[in-house]
């Protein structure tokens, strides 16, 4: 039979790109999310190399040296043990972005699965999910991750466990009523109709189109978690001293924001850096990963 | 009808978006006119800028985005194209008013049907409850609600879809404007309530001889309403005629191969095929040089590689076709 | 079940292909711990029908009349609440899962939405090879060659393989979703509105295109849709629904030349008919609203809004009367 009908003109060719290649290239026009990445890339370099970026020991306590003004030996002064405050900020990185990105990822892993198992199947797997996340979400995440770290002892670990019990529910509330809103989507029931299996529809179809929202959800969670650590440890729970965290050396600076403000200021300052650096992060990501942003 | 003394009449509008991706000029030098009770018809594809035209009209077009700009905008010999945001608000939904496609939409969820088609009186006219709520229940009545007194206070979804347009046709009829314009006004609806609201548009232009703008895609809809009708394309008007003349003798090949292309319910099927109109319509950001329509049309000649005016073909009519210029003057053929 | 790993041997003309008995399809509204009394919603109510192999049968009616209900159920994406579905020999109604993904190749479905259809986030070669994949259609690079030429078939070039949804129009996007349906070389194809949200001269295009494809591999289809003029030029048999049950049943042109169910009369009148020098002409008009699908009239169905409604009407409902030829519910069927 004759060839249908084709359209007289259709549009110049469609470039060819791989999606990677794609992302990336939107990513890098976005002049906010290069200074984010820039200054966490920076960051993290600092918090790794911190014992060879300060000449400073972080632990050396000297007591001649307490609450100095910012100079050119301590370029943020010195805290009430006479510890040079820069230093202590680059320690306090590795604890505090450990504490804001793992934790993170564990909720949203959790949370992504089990909202999407819970808004694609319905039923009973829905309503067992939904009733624990009611739990978790009823219950005052303040006392909960208190509980966890009391039994379980105050280290690290047990600091990520407790911020991922506490992060998971809302994640996945999140994640299942976008997925419910997915699954009416023709495009679903497209893939329905063609027989495809239920775990590549959850897993292909409806995950891709949750990302966006869940790096959105990521860069709120680590400034979130970031927080939480230092409640956890301004109640004694958390990070112990002499470790530090950026939150610890904010709860503790506190006390001397008078006579020395860039003891609980700077740390403060960082924590907001971080914060911002990784939102500018997460507004690229997500505008780089939208297909129809990338003409 | 009028013509001498037209209650709008629009010449050189054109209106423009910047955005990230440069200026795209949505409405290239639109001009028509609508005599005093007419119904005229503006036609066209998906996105070939009736509602924009509409817009641009009432000074609603997104701000600061959008950029109108007219020779003149004359409704009843005042220039709106003159009138700042204060004379503007003035003139809408008072001697010009609205009718959008989606009754649902555009009527707020939560606040009673009455308190809002009587909205415009209490802005233009400062009347009180008891006088809107009355004047409300007359307009419902001229509407055809059945039971105007008591749909007076329900809530826009306990409305059908049909009785949420009507009451939109109310609102937009409450302060005797001089023009209305009726962006889709039936689109949304399923053909039996179309009837009845086309119906109901044609008696209120007898009745009280209301001037209307009727925005359609459905040449239809334009064949049984209007009594000019302007047919755009890609931003620009590409014909303008009565309407007896446009359906038996168009002018331009978009609207012949238009008219070609509707599928017809009174009529057994042809053939296998339908006639179509190959392509499909250009990209507003990436226009083809000269006329808009030729990479589409099988009358496309070297000429129109250089974009043609809208040319006068006597009485009322005009095309912007090279097939129509003066010097290349033809006579039109009849339609099969 | 392999009854359909094969080619099927063609059918004889008037094989039917799918035939549903009594089918019904409820839908339980509120009634939650708070909600009140439940109510039922009789989205399709007890439907006969039998399609014939490589026929078009158009199935019209107003919205919410259960159009879009009916396909979903026949093909089973929606459970029945009672009633058969037969595809050839197999009883559609109670197979398994798995039973039930191995023919989804051979019964498919385009929406009406090309905006919605197709995933935002996928390719094109990823979404036409996804049903190839899912029935384990061969190597990748038997997929690769597969996506090509259903690309091809539909008249899009193959360099769109990957490019993403949003850089195509309203028509090329149909286009995809045309393809992506016949991936699997079906014979029964639900087209769910698929030709609706499509300009005039668009639309030819693609119904020109399905009646191709039609030919080409013998295909079924089962034609949604409100717009009685595409039904008229596209379709072999219609079938006239209202509030969940068909009320009449004929071929396109005894339906359209005789229409015997007062409700098919007065949705053919209500077409806009595209040609001014009749709209003059007299023409009868429904009254008042459509009844609830919640909340059913006694008798028939139609009688509250039928000018030839008498007593019986409103007392007993009329049953569609099957048998070869045309079939109608209704006590006073009009004369032909
Ligand atoms: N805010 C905006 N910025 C840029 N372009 C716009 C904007 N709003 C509308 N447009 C463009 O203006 C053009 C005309 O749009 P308009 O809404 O007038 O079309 P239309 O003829 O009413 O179509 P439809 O039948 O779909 O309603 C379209 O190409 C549209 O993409
Ligand atoms: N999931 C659902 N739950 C409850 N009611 C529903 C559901 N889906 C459809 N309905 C109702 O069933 C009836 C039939 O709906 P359906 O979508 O089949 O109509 P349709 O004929 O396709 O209409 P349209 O032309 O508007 O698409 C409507 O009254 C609708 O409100
Ligand atoms: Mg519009
Ligand atoms: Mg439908």
């Known amino acids: 039979m004759a060839a249908p009908a084709t359209p007289a003109t259709e549009p110049e060719t469609l470039e060819d790109a791989s999606f990677l290649r794609d992302t990336l290239r939107a990513f890098r026009k976005n002049r906010m999310a290069m200074v984010g990445l820039a200054f966490v890339v920076l960051l993290v370099l600092g918090a790794i190399f911190a014992p060879w970026v300060s000449p400073h020991d972080p632990y050396r306590v000297a ?32 604890i505090s972005l450990m504490v804001g990105i793992v934790p993170s990822l564990v909720s949203l892993t959790i949370g992504t699965v089990l909202g999407i198992l819970s808004g694609y199947l319905g039923g009973k797997t829905d309503f067992v999910v939904m009733r624990l996340a009611d739990m978790m ?19 690290l670990l047990n600091i990520f466990l407790a911020l991922a019990l506490v992060g998971w529910a809302s994640v996945a509330r999140v994640v299942r009523s976008q997925t419910l809103a997915l699954r009416e989507k023709e495009f679903i029931e497209a893939a329905r109709a063609n027989g495809t299996a239920r775990a590549t529809i959850m897993f292909a179809h409806i995950f891709p189109n949750v990302v966006p929202t869940l790096i959105v959800l990521f860069s709120l969670s680590i400034p979130e978690a970031i927080m939480w650590e230092s409640s956890l440890s301004f109640l004694g729970v958390g990070v112990q001293p002499p470790e530090a965290s950026w939150g610890l050396l904010v709860a503790k600076g506190k006390e001397y924001i008078f006579q020395a403000p860039s003891v609980a200021i700077a740390p403060g300052i960082a924590i907001l850096l971080t914060v911002m650096a990784f939102n500018f992060i997460g507004d690229g990501l997500r505008d780089a990963l939208d297909p129809s942003m990338k003409d | 009808m009028g013509r001498a003394d037209p209650i709008l009449s629009v010449r050189g509008l054109s209106t423009a978006f910047s955005g990230d991706r440069g200026n795209v000029t949505v409405l290239d030098d639109v001009s028509f006119e609508v005599g005093r009770g007419q119904i005229v018809g503006l036609v066209g594809e998906s996105g070939s800028g009736k509602s924009m035209t509409a817009l641009s009209l009432m000074g609603l077009v997104p701000q600061p985005q959008g950029r109108v700009s007219a020779r003149e905008i004359l409704l009843d010999g005042v220039d709106l194209a003159r009138l700042d945001g204060a004379g503007m608000r003035r003139i809408r939904g008072g001697e010009m008013a609205m009718v959008f496609q989606e009754p649902m939409t555009s009527l707020n969820p939560v606040r009673k049907v009455w308190e809002q088609v009587g909205e415009p009186l209490a802005i233009h006219q400062g009347l009180g409850r008891r006088e809107i709520r009355a004047r409300v229940l007359e307009m419902f009545e001229l509407v055809g609600i059945p039971e105007p007194k008591s749909r007076l206070d329900a809530y826009p979804h306990q409305l059908s879809g049909g009785l949420r347009q009507r009451a939109m046709i109310a609102m937009g009829l409450i302060c005797e404007p001089k023009l209305l314009i009726a962006d889709e006004p039936t689109t949304a609806l399923d053909v039996t309530t179309q009837a009845q609201i086309l119906q109901l548009m044609r008696d209120l232009r007898d009745r009280v001889g209301t001037s209307i703008i009727m925005i359609t895609h459905d040449l239809g809809v334009i064949a049984e309403m209007c009594d000019v009708v302007n047919v755009m394309y890609a931003g620009q008007i590409v014909e303008q005629a009565d309407v007896f003349d446009l359906f038996e003798r168009p002018a331009h090949p978009y609207t012949r191969g238009l008219l070609a292309s509707i599928p017809r319910a009174n009529e057994p099927r042809a053939g296998r095929r339908m006639p179509s109109i190959p392509g499909m319509v250009p990209n507003l950001a990436k226009l083809p040089p000269g006329c808009r329509f030729a990479p589409r049309c099988g009358d496309a000649m070297p000429l129109c590689t250089r974009a043609p005016e809208l040319a006068a073909l006597g009485a009322g009519r005009s095309a912007r076709c090279w097939l129509h210029a003066p010097d290349a003057a033809q006579p039109l053929e009849e339609m099969p | 079940m392999t009854h359909t790993a094969k080619a099927p041997p063609a059918p004889a003309q008037d094989e039917i292909l799918i035939s549903t008995r009594d089918l019904t399809k409820h839908y339980r509204i509120g009634g939650g711990l708070f909600g009140g009394p439940a109510r039922v919603v009789r989205a399709v109510d007890g439907v006969t029908l039998d399609i014939r192999a490589r026929e078009t049968f158009a199935l019209v009616g107003e919205s919410g009349c259960g159009k879009t209900t009916l396909g979903r159920v026949m093909l089973r994406l929606q459970e029945p609440t009672s009633g058969t579905i037969r595809y050839r020999d197999t009883d559609l109604t109670d197979l398994g899962e798995g039973a039930l993904r191995a023919l989804r190749k051979n019964l498919q479905i385009v929406f009406q939405d090309p905006f919605a259809s197709l995933n935002p986030r996928m390719r094109i070669e990823q979404i036409l090879a996804e049903p190839l994949r899912s029935h384990g259609y061969g190597t990748p690079a038997e997929i690769r060659e597969r996506c090509t030429e ?187």
């Open chain 3, 150 to 336: 259903l690309l091809e078939m539909v008249g899009l070039r193959r360099q769109y393989l990957r490019s993403y949804p949003h850089q195509f129009s309203g028509g090329q996007r149909q286009r995809i979703g045309i393809a992506r349906a016949l991936a699997n070389k079906p014979d029964f194809v639900v087209c769910d509105e698929s030709v609706s949200a499509l300009d005039v001269s668009i639309q030819a295009q693609v119904l020109n295109l399905l009646g191709d494809l039609q030919d080409q591999l013998q295909l079924t289809y089962f034609f949604i849709t409100h717009d009685l003029s595409v039904v008229r030029q596209f379709a072999d048999r219609v079938g006239v629904m209202f509030l969940g049950r068909l009320v009449e049943v004929g071929t396109t042109e005894e339906l359209f030349a005789h229409p015997q169910h007062p409700y098919t009369m007065l949705l053919m009148s209500a077409v806009p008919r595209p040609d001014p020098r009749r709209r003059g002409e007299p023409r009868p008009m429904m009254q008042g609203e459509i009844p609830s699908p919640m909340n059913l009239p006694k008798g028939c169905r139609f009688h509250t809004r039928c000018p030839f409604a008498r007593d019986i009407c409103r007392a007993e409902e009329p049953m569609l009367q099957t048998g070869g030829g045309p079939a109608v519910a209704c006590h006073f069927p009009l004369e032909g």
């Open chain 1, 137 to 155: 979400i009823a219950f005052p995440s303040l006392l909960l991750a208190m509980v966890v770290m009391y039994t379980l002892g105050a280290n």
């Open chain 1, 63 to 94: 007591l001649d040296e307490q609450l100095l003004p910012m100079s050119h030996t301590y370029w943020l002064g010195t805290d009430n043990f006479g510890r040079d405050v820069l230093t202590r900020i680059l320690y306090g990185a590795r």
